[in-house]
């Protein structure tokens, strides 16, 4: 058997991708039940463990070495700016960081007063505002942040936009790009040269999968046209 790792993944929304991933990649028996609430997953066969947490936590958990990879979007890690390699984009979770505000409103370069901006990522919204030379008071939500600027609690918000239905629905717009994000998979520096042969393992067969999908892909789309 080889060297054990531990991988922590992102629990909600990326973790069936992500499993499906791992399966393609080779590792066969990735399954977690829809009803199974356990947070430690033993996999053997591989030499894994797998921790399912928060996407907040998977930088957190790499960074200080609970766990030697990691799954987790780019949003949380331009926020978080942990200490971890990344080695590979799998291309998952697609998504896009933006500035949105009330249908109507006037753009913020013509704004004079200081805006009250609503965000999960404070970190992200107060280096772009001060690259712009704007002043800005930061609210800080952990959810419904369209909410905010509805009932006059901020001016503007910064958040993840995927389809965009959800701003559309609340009579929001899109002002600004920020940044887009997809999972990346990340590495703890001490694991990777502790544990080089096991950690390099899974990239290799990560970055490999990751590879074949995109060529697969760019196929699929050549035949069509």
Known sequence: ???????????????PPTLA????????????????????LEYPEHGHRVLIVRPSDVPVYVEYGAADLGIVGKDVLLEQSPDVYEPVDLGLGV????????NGQVPIQRLSSKLRIATKYPNITER????????????????SI?????????DRIVDLVETGKTLKANNLVEEEVLAWS?????????????KHAAVTEVITRIKKQVSKSKRSKGTKKGSRQ
Do not use: H, W
């Not at 997809?182 to 502790?194: D, E, T, Y």
């Open 146 to 154: 369209e909410l905010a600027p509805l009932v006059g609690l901020a």
């Open 1 to 15: 058997m080889s060297e054990s790792v531990t991988i922590a993944l992102s629990k909600g929304k990326l973790l």
């Open 21 to 40: 991933l791992f399966r393609q990649a080779g590792y066969s028996e990735y399954f977690v039940d829809e009803n199974d609430r356990r947070l430690i």
């Open 182 to 194: 997809s999972a990346r998979l990340i590495v703890n520096r001490a694991s990777l040269k502790m």
């Open 95 to 102: 998504c896009k960081l933006v500035i949105a505000k009330p």
């Open 128 to 143: 772009f505002f001060n690259q712009q030379g704007l002043p800005v008071e930061l609210i800080k939500l952990y959810g």
